[in-house]
């Protein structure tokens, strides 16, 4: 490649298409696969990145935040698009947009139904988080019941997945911990979609939960970090190619003697 002329992050597709590739090679043909692209596709390129995975076949993308969603629309991406930390504010945008909120607390959940009421929606596809403990976001076992009641009072949405979330699934020393995590999800799971009478989508690993537990694939998996190159683990990184170079030039070289600082307040 040429040198830089400026400072320029280069990304390359080839390597996201092969980390995708060896992520799939990891699962069943009927696990669906969600592609992770919120803060700028990993400080990437979210748009050129998303582009790409729909091509290779992903079946759902992942943001953080409306906006981020909202730009990957306008962008023309008609992939469906979970957004995992949506704010009530923008509930009506997201509905506009076709975007699917994550759903991870009763407050929450109420919201979302009262706003896509009054849009006149139906069957308004969701995705209920669980805290299993990361104890970030997510309902709690106890709420199963609410949520089931609020389910039974009106078809104003349907749940297209319930999920949760790792906290240490590349740490060997945390195994009993993620074992018990995929446990509760298990039990929690199955008495939820007892309850409503149909079974959403079920995911719950992360890049290293595809790598480290394939018991826990369920029906779908999640990715980030995986994709763009980084496998959490020396023995995996072997596996997977960074999808990015920074590089600039040099404009001035400095021969700084012992006891000297560089820089605002001799830093």
């Known amino acids: 490649m040429p040198k830089a002329k400026e400072t320029v992050l280069e990304i390359n597709l080839t390597s996201l298409e092969e980390n995708y590739h060896y992520l799939k090679s990891k699962l069943s043909e009927e696990t669906k696969?969600?592609?992770?692209?919120?803060?700028?596709?990993?400080?990437?390129?979210?748009?050129?990145?998303?582009?790409?995975?729909?091509?290779?076949?992903?079946?759902?993308?992942a943001v953080a935040y409306v906006k981020e969603g909202v730009v990957l629309r306008d962008a023309g991406i008609e992939a469906p698009i979970l957004v995992l930390h949506p704010q009530p504010a923008n509930?009506?945008?997201l509905i506009d947009r076709c975007l699917e909120p994550s759903l991870y607390s009763p407050n929450?959940?109420?919201?979302?139904?009262?706003v896509a009421s009054e849009k006149n929606q139906t069957n308004y596809p969701v995705h209920l988080k669980f805290n299993t403990g990361l104890n970030r976001l997510g309902f709690w076992e106890n709420d199963v019941d609410f949520i089931d009641e609020k389910l039974k009072e009106s078809n104003v949405i349907k749940v297209a997945s319930i999920f949760s979330h790792l906290a240490a699934s590349e740490d060997e020393k945390e195994k009993d911990f993620t074992i018990s995590q995929i446990h509760n999800f298990k039990i929690l799971t199955a008495s939820l979609i007892n309850k409503i009478g149909y079974s959403p989508l079920l995911h719950i690993c992360n890049t290293s939960g595809i790598l480290n537990y394939p018991e826990a694939h369920f029906d779908m998996v999640r990715s980030g970090i995986g994709l763009y190159g980084f496998g959490?683990?020396?023995v995996e990184n072997k596996n997977f190619q960074p999808i990015a170079t920074l590089k600039s030039i040099i404009s001035q070289i400095h021969q700084i003697e012992k006891g000297e600082s560089v820089g605002y307040n001799r830093a």
């Open 232 to 234: 959490n683990s020396e």
């Open 91 to 93: 509930f009506s945008t």
């Open 108 to 114: 929450v959940f109420k919201q979302f139904i009262k």
């Open 33 to 61: 696969f969600m592609g992770v692209v919120k803060a700028f596709g990993y400080g990437s390129d979210a748009i050129e990145i998303a582009k790409n995975l729909v091509e290779l076949g992903v079946n759902y993308l």
